[in-house]
């Protein structure tokens, strides 16, 4: 004879406009609207990495996995039967009882596009984690422009990208361009973002163009960055002509990475053409602030 089982939850928190439903083999989150469903996502996908510290769900972690069904609904399951519990804006989940607690959180964010084009590039001074070198704006600028991009080591919207990043260095090499990659984020907060992260992520990827190091954070605040990536295009005047995302691509969604919107933005500058100003902002972590 068959019996319905009720599972009645361990704790129900509402992190308004996201209801978190917390049982001991899964967690459902429900999101009020498409943005909140943003937020519950990356959510659920900072916990899952909290664990593993690995970017997909399914083959390369024997202990969780994630189901994201149509609407805004997100379902985590465990394969274990410890207890679970949340607090705040933290999970704690215990496997033959290690601890494992999210202690930093990650959202999703957009860029918030608030540098206005035509503003000029502010000025910086900061240290390559790579060479130890100190660049300052100028020092990366090439003769018709400069792209500067903040980015980290441990983001998944970053990993996802990173390889059409050195890509992007490598189809620009020899052209009036230059190109540098900003890191803001706390390391003492995120050690995988320390000086050494970068210097290894950069010589992995081959990077061909300066990484430094913003640990003031104080770079990040002059362009309004807001998250990893975040991209930021100026002409041979220093005037900003894009700020927007490097493709459509993002974790999950099958979409290939290509740049195309970056590299649009590009060659039509280098071209001498207009950028087109129907620009969409990049996706991914937030900045990780002091």
């Known amino acids: 004879m068959l019996q319905a089982v009720i599972l009645v939850p361990v704790v129900q928190v509402e992190l308004n406009p996201v209801t978190v439903f917390i049982y001991p083999h899964r967690c459902h989150v429900i999101a009020a609207n498409h943005a909140a469903a943003l937020v519950a996502k990356r959510y659920a996908f900072d916990a899952h990495i ?105 983001c998944p919207y970053v990993k996802h990208v990173e390889k059409g990043l050195a890509s992007l260095g490598e189809d620009y090499a020899g052209k009036p361009l230059g190109i540098v990659a900003i890191s803001s984020n706390d390391a003492a907060m995120y050690p995988d973002d320390s000086p050494e992260r970068l210097k290894q992520q950069a010589q992995r990827l081959g990077f061909r163009f300066p990484y430094l190091y913003d640990e003031t954070q104080a770079v990040a605040r002059a362009y309004k960055a807001a998250c990893t990536p975040d991209f930021f295009l100026f002409n041979g005047d220093l005037k900003l002509v894009y700020r927007g995302q490097f493709d459509a691509s993002r974790p999950g969604n099958g979409i290939p990475v290509t740049g195309d919107d970056l590299h649009a933005a590009v060659d039509a500058m280098l071209a001498g053409r207009p950028v087109s100003t129907d620009q969409r902002p990049s996706i991914g972590c937030n900045i990780k602030w002091k």
């Open 50 to 154: 909290d664990l593993r510290s690995v970017l997909h769900y399914t083959d390369s972690n024997p202990h969780w996995s994630a189901k994201f069904s149509p609407g805004p609904r997100i379902e985590i399951e465990s394969k274990f039967d410890g207890p679970a519990s949340i607090q705040g804006a933290k999970i704690n989940t215990d496997e033959t009882g290690r601890s494992f607690q999210r202690n930093r959180t990650m959202s999703l964010t957009e860029s918030t596009m608030m540098l206005d084009l035509e503003t000029a590039a502010p000025d910086f001074m900061l240290r390559d984690a790579v060479s130890g070198m100190t660049f300052r704006r100028d020092d990366v600028r090439g003769q018709n422009g400069l792209l500067i991009m903040f980015i980290c080591a441990h």
